[in-house]
């Protein structure tokens, strides 16, 4: 069974609406965390937010937020004013355990198109 | 933050070639490094896990005889790719984890083209 799941292969989003992409993910550890990467055309992984299993607030960075809900498995990002620059491939991760030296599984993406 | 660098950032070979890419963490000590393989257009697949000093453990399906990995000190590791093939060609990205930090960072990648 997938461990993490990206149902939206590609999204395009008007210039500076909020946008959501969405990640559900299965695990009977009860401890995760939970991560999302943006990847732009030149391929870097830029890290943009965590989500640890037990932590009780949804985790914010600027612009990102993740949309936690631990009953329904899910943590879905979501990008508020969407710039032309957050046209990218995006990926939500996995990491079974809290420490930092477990790998990572990732979901299969969500390229999002931002229109001017 | 902490940053990790590849070497090369591309490479073309002919068929039959090795290849050796590196992965180095520049600010900080790699107890733990990763490599991953993403082919176009899809998502990133964990190749194998090296620890400094350890053998590697490599993911099922991963041939460890074809992709060698050798993570000989803190702050370097590298992966050869033997008598590479067509299908070999892909993005090679390694990320390190040090003590103390709650994620991997990642390099920038490496672009494997065999002719």
């Known amino acids: 069974a997938q461990k993490i799941t990206q149902t939206q292969p590609g999204m395009f989003v008007q210039e500076k609406e909020a946008v959501t992409l969405d990640c559900t993910y299965d695990?009977?550890?009860?401890?995760?965390?939970l991560f999302w990467y943006k990847q732009p055309s030149s391929g870097e992984m830029i890290f943009l937010i965590y989500q640890g299993s037990y932590d009780q607030q949804n985790a914010t960075e600027g612009r990102y937020s993740l949309n936690f809900q631990k009953a329904r498995k899910s943590a879905n990002l979501v990008i508020s004013a969407s710039q032309l620059g957050d046209s990218a491939m995006y990926f939500c991760a996995m990491r079974e355990g809290l420490f930092g030296n477990e790998k990572l599984t990732f979901g299969t993406g969500t390229r999002l198109t931002i229109i001017p | 933050g902490a940053v990790v660098s590849q070497h090369p950032s591309w490479v073309i070979c002919k068929s039959g070639t090795s290849v050796k890419i590196e992965c180095r963490s520049l600010d900080f000590q790699a107890t733990t490094m990763f490599w991953y393989r993403q082919f176009p257009k899809q998502s990133l697949m964990l190749m194998a896990t090296s620890n400094e000093g350890s053998k590697a453990t490599y993911e099922q399906g991963v041939e460890k005889d074809k992709f060698l990995i050798n993570h000989a000190s803190l702050t370097l590791s590298t992966l050869t790719v033997t008598s590479a093939h067509p299908e070999d060609s892909s993005f090679y990205i390694c990320?390190?984890?040090?003590?103390?930090?709650?994620?991997?960072?990642f390099g920038p990648g490496t672009r494997l083209t065999v002719l």
């Open positions: 990320s390190a984890w040090g003590q103390g930090s709650n994620e991997q960072f």
């Open positions: 695990t009977s550890d009860p401890s995760y965390g």
